[in-house]
């Protein structure tokens, strides 16, 4: 398993670290067998997964369920979990609880939590030993406010984001990821921290890259973002489904070569 002085090693040697998206075994036993450095159990499977209209409805239970599930498939897989809306900015010791409740039943590497203004908790979990990878740039946890659209676009809000990165590596943050902010910005500040960053929607200069694995693998999810690019089409499935059940229509399915053979009523009469 990679470890995190492995990855800041990567990120020292200018290795590219990969991340995906897994939230259940066979999308986490999927990555580990084609060597993906890095698994992001994001609260994304609120749409992905379990239909939710954004990641606002995911509870922790939700996250343990599925984190569970992705470590049972990629035991050998650095691991984040992240941690779910209203699971975290409520007071120290909820917070510090509810982090502590998710990174030991998950058997994670380290959880992750959104936005600037989680600096105390990022400390507070430094302290005790508990990893942290901070997410900054569109936070999609705030998305109602933000909306989904690119980040620190002007000069005001993008030295913002540098000062914003900046502390919660100070904070303790063992990784950063940043999402739908201006090339340029991002490779400035991968160059300036010592801890890797991995982007989305940030350009190729970040320390790595992560996707979402429906997205790269195409299953029809109904929003396209500007940084998918689509490695598979499982999307073909519809055909295949389509085609299996007109054939149990017409009484196709299943022939002699998926049946059974053994006179047994025969032995039943006697």
């Not at 990855?7 to 998206?21: C, P, R, Y």
């Not at 917070?95 to 590497?109: G, M």
């Amino acid at each position: 398993m990679l470890t995190l002085k492995h990855l800041i090693d990567m990120k020292q040697h200018a290795n590219k670290i990969s991340m995906v998206t897994a939230y259940d075994y066979p999308s986490a036993k999927q990555a580990e067998s084609a060597q993906i450095d890095t698994l992001l159990v994001g609260d994304s499977l609120g749409m992905t997964v379990l239909g939710y209209e954004s990641t606002v409805q995911v509870t922790t239970s939700d996250m343990i369920h599925h984190a569970k599930a992705v470590r049972r498939g990629a035991p050998n897989t650095f691991m984040v979990v992240d941690v779910p809306f209203g699971a975290v900015g409520i007071s120290e010791h909820s917070d510090l609880e509810n982090a502590i409740d998710l990174y030991k039943q998950t058997n994670a590497n380290a959880i992750k939590v959104e936005g600037a203004h989680l600096i105390d908790f990022i400390k507070n979990c430094n302290h005790i030993g508990l990893p942290v990878v901070s997410h900054l740039g569109l936070t999609p946890q705030s998305v109602g406010i933000t909306g989904y659209k690119m980040q620190a676009n002007t000069k005001e809000t993008a030295q913002q984001l540098i000062n914003d990165a900046y502390a919660v590596q100070q904070a303790g943050a063992i990784m950063l990821v940043l999402e739908a902010v201006p090339s340029d910005l991002a490779a400035q500040i991968t160059k300036n921290l010592d801890i890797p960053v991995i982007g989305i929607g940030a350009g190729k200069d970040t320390d790595g890259q992560v996707l979402v694995y429906h997205d790269v693998l195409n299953y029809e999810v109904p929003h396209q973002a500007k940084f998918v690019k689509q490695y598979g089409d499982f999307s073909s499935g519809i055909t295949a489904l389509m085609q299996y059940h007109k054939e149990v229509k017409n009484e196709i399915f299943p022939d002699e070569s998926h049946t059974y053979k053994k006179q047994i009523m025969d032995e039943v009469s006697e």
